[in-house]
């Protein structure tokens, strides 16, 4: 029999590195949070400022499926932003921006981007980045269905929204819902799936 696939979702705070490794002695990794098991990994990553739903699996097609541009999974993610949104902004966000990544040029596909008009219920963070003085604050929720380095961030700073607070939220049907900073919930392959791919997949 072939190894057993495990599945965590992680509410990844602010200021913890997506990996297990740190760069420099101050760093707090995903070890810190939580007794993963040796093979599972983090599918994809979040940067250490951003925050929010992060999957860990030994499951390689899983890692497969959700990484490959060709299947463009969404990605939901709510972003505090400096500056009051223009339409015109909104609008490019929505039908794509060039952005730079590893020194090239980088048109974002299209995506579903609302300008909330209340701030979200998230849990406080551990460090708040406060507006330049006389700005104005707002929430976006965004949707994407690739997940460049850094590409909110880069995508909003292109329209003159810079990003305060960045937090996923979802990836496809699978929410971040109830779960708080450093919180770790196991997941079972037959529930899990039908969230990410479908429920096709119920039963695969």
Known sequence: MGKAHRYFVLFKPWGYLSQFTREEPHHRTLADLYDFPA?????????????GLLLLTNDKALNHRLLDPAYGHRRTY??????????????????GVEIRINKKVHRTRPAQVDWLVEAPALPPREKTVHPRPGKEVHWLRLTL??????????MCARVGLPVLRLVRVAIERLELGDMQPGEVREWKRADLY????????AGK
């Open 39 to 51: 093979d599972v990994y983090p599918v994809g990553r979040l940067d250490m400022d951003s925050e």
């Open 78 to 95: 709510l972003a505090q932003v400096e500056g009051r949104p223009t339409e015109d902004a909104l609008e490019a966000l929505r039908a």
């Open 145 to 154: 269905t690739e997940g460049k380095n850094r590409q909110v961030r880069r």
């Open 194 to 201: 039908p969230l990410l791919f479908g429920a096709e997949e």
